[in-house]
């Protein structure tokens, strides 16, 4: 069976217009999602957001077979998408997928882009310390002391350059303790490997993302960004900064309310 697209996160009439939201989601992660901004919304109307293909298929998987994979699940369902919001990387691929459906729509969708940032090796590190928030019950301090120290010599041994390079060596670190920490939960072995590979997963759409350029999608965009922003000197149509953390901005109010605006805005 092929694996969904789509998840739906508000249910919305037939008739409603669709927001999409674009994101990479996993089991464990700490930063707030999508889940979180969702009710905190004002406006109504159905709501949908990404699915990341089946584990291993991102392992081929270019920039633009996620687009055109997220749109077929759309143009499939013959739904009007009134705009297209994008977390972090996801609004790398958010500018393509909004500029796809401007081309077959009336109306182009608003694109809205949140804490948008550019795959960096930077981050992949940032997100790789953060993972380890969500063991910290089940391994103990040594072990994700170990697991700090890890990311740090992969770090210190190649630096920022190569994501082939230091993307698999952090996907084995973190796998590895996925795997002492699921047998401790008494999960099976399909389980744990699941787990396992998310964060090789999430390394795979980061190299996709790096085969698109959304300069152009995003000087038109609205921008809503953190304390935290790293694209202080990028053009956006309009940029809302918020001072709130970028791990939490998903679920902060005031986000919550700058994005209600932005979709009812005429």
Sequence with gaps: MKRSSWQILRKGGPDDRLTLAVDFTSTGRTQACFRDLVPLLSTTGEIWETVA????????????DYVERWLK??????RTVGAVLGYCVGAVFAAPLAERLAAVQDTAPRLILLDPEQPNIAGLYRDFHAAAGALTTILSPAEIAAFH????????RHGFEDLAVIGPALTGIFRDAIDVAGRRLGLDDDVRADLGGSFGAFVGYLRAATEIDPGPQWKTA???TSAHSTQRDQVFGRNIALDVDHEQMLRHPS??????EVQGAE
Excluded: K, L, N
């Excluded at 089946?54 to 081929?60: I, K, L, N, Q």
């Excluded at 986000?255 to 209600?260: D, M």
């Design 255 to 260: 986000v919550a309310a700058a994005v209600s």
């Design 53 to 64: 293909p089946a584990r291993g298929a991102e392992d081929t998987m270019s920039g633009g």
């Design 73 to 78: 699940g759309v143009r499939r369902r013959e």
């Design 149 to 156: 120290a890890g990311g740090q010599a992969v770090q210190e």
């Design 222 to 224: 609205t921008a809503i």
